[in-house]
C-alpha cells in the first residue's frame, strides 16, 4: 500500500512539473530590436477613473533577458528602464510565475502572477501579455486576498512603429 501511495505521488508530481508552461527567448524574437507607439491605461485609486496617457517603447534582446526602454512624453519623469530575465527553467518571467502559455493566429498569450501589494493591500496580480508582429499588450488584474473578484489595474497598448 506505501509503494502504490510513493508511485501516484510521484506520478501526480511529474505530470505537474511536464504540464507547466514554459518560455524560452526564442518565444520574444520578433521584439528584439523594436519600437512601439501606444497608450497606458489606468485605473486612478483616488476616484477609480479611467486615466490614459501617450508611451512608447524600445525593445532589445540581450541573452535571457527581455530589455525594454518605456518613454512618457507627457510625463517624462516617469521614463524608465525594464529588464525581464526568464528564469527557472522557462516557467517565470522576472519574479512573475508564468500559470498559461498559448500561441494562436500569431499571437502569443502568456499568463503570469506574482504576489504583492495594490492599493496598499496584499494582492495577487495578474499580468496577461498579448505579442504578435504588430501589436503588444499587457493588462494587469489584481485579486485581493480577501475576495475572488480580479479587477483591472491598468493595461500597456502598443502597436508597432518601426
Known sequence: MKSLCTIIICLVTGWTLLSQPKVAISDFENLDNSKWSGNLMYINYGDG???????AMQISIKGNKILMDIEYPDEPKANSKENIRITKAGSYLGNEELIDKDY??????LVTRFKGKDNNKKAVMYKTYSISEEAYVVEKKVQYMDTEERILRNRYNYTRSN
Open 49 to 55: 477613473s479611467k486615466v490614459l496617457i501617450r508611451t
Open 104 to 109: 494562436d493566429n500569431g499571437v502569443l498569450t
